[in-house]
Every structure is written in structure tokens, then in C-alpha cells.
């Protein structure tokens, strides 16, 4: 992004792909931080059913952290964070005793 200010309105509609080209959602709202006048938060809905059918109700829509954005132009790139929802964390699973 060039730095120069933008509507926050024109990320309302974006499509969202991750980082590796999946398609995540679509933008329905933003969340805003007042106090430091800045986006803390994207709400996505039209949700990839793939990725979400474990997670949520696709007819929901799910709130990224703006943090997970990396670029904003004709569509919206997020960290692969999201797709990793799919993949269990080998680390994480307990060994039975």
C-alpha cells in the first residue's frame, strides 16, 4: 500500500484470500478501534465452506484481527493462519499414558 488514507467503506465487499491463493470470505464489516483510530478487526461473511464447515456455521461469519492482513487492493490478502484451522497440530495432541 502507498500510505495514502483510504475510505475504511472500501474494504466493505472485498473478496479475502490467504496468503497461499484460498479463498477465505468476503468483508461485510470492519471493526474500529477508537481510541487510536485505527481497524482492529475484519468481519467476514460468504465464508469458504471448506475451510470454516468445523469451525462455525458458515451462515455466521467469523471477526479476523486486522493484524492478519497483509495487503489491501482489488482484494484483501490474510496470513495462511485461517487455513491452518483445518490442519490438526500434531504437537498439540495428547499421548495416552
Do not use: H, K
Not at 467503506?9 to 487510536?36: H, M
Amino acid at each position: 500500500m502507498d500510505g495514502t488514507p483510504q475510505e475504511i467503506t472500501n474494504l466493505v465487499g472485498r473478496e479475502v484470500y490467504s496468503n497461499n491463493g484460498i479463498f477465505v470470505g468476503e468483508v461485510e464489516d470492519v471493526r474500529l478501534n477508537v481510541d487510536a483510530c485505527a481497524v482492529s478487526g475484519v468481519a467476514l461473511g460468504e465464508l469458504n465452506r471448506e475451510l470454516f464447515s468445523d469451525v462455525v456455521d458458515t451462515e455466521n461469519g467469523v471477526m479476523v484481527p486486522y493484524r492478519w492482513v497483509r495487503a489491501v487492493g482489488d482484494v484483501v490478502l490474510i496470513n495462511d493462519t485461517i487455513e491452518r484451522l483445518q490442519q490438526p497440530d500434531d504437537e498439540d495432541e495428547t499421548v495416552p499414558a
